[in-house]
């Protein structure tokens, strides 16, 4: 079992930064596949990023790509989302997921952790 924490969100006006922070329980964290997700109102929730179990490997989407940066450090259990260059819409509810070993990148279905979210509103 995995418990997942997320922090970091809050409201940044366009062109701004947010860390997003995601900590896990357990003792095996680099033994887990993490990403990241959004779903904003009305529609359905997002890939955004992802970092193989190894560290050595990320994948994004192509609507953050360049803006956004996943990391993690293993000693820490913690997964970490750079957002830069924040556009309104990017708005949205931010989700940590977990998937043990490796997952197909950009699908959802292969987490199987999810946290609670971190709200982050960017203004025009």
């Known amino acids: 079992q995995v418990q997942l924490v997320e922090s970091g969100g809050g409201m940044v006006q366009a062109g701004g930064s947010l860390r997003l922070s995601c900590a896990a329980s357990?003792?095996?964290?680099?033994?887990?596949?993490m990403g990241w997700f959004r779903q904003a109102p009305g529609k359905e929730r997002e890939f955004v990023a992802s970092?193989?179990?190894?560290?050595?490997?990320?994948d994004y989407a192509d609507s953050v790509k360049g803006r956004f940066t996943i990391s993690r450090d293993n000693a820490k259990n913690t997964v970490y989302l750079q957002t830069n260059s924040l556009k309104p819409e990017d708005t949205a509810v931010y989700y940590c997921?977990?998937?043990?070993?490796?997952?197909?990148?950009?699908?959802?279905?292969?987490?199987?952790?999810w946290g609670q979210g971190t709200q982050v509103t960017v203004s025009s």
């Open positions: 970092i193989l179990y190894s560290g050595g490997s990320t």
């Open positions: 357990g003792r095996t964290f680099n033994s887990y596949t």
């Open positions: 997921a977990a998937s043990y070993g490796w997952v197909a990148p950009g699908t959802r279905s292969g987490y199987k952790y």
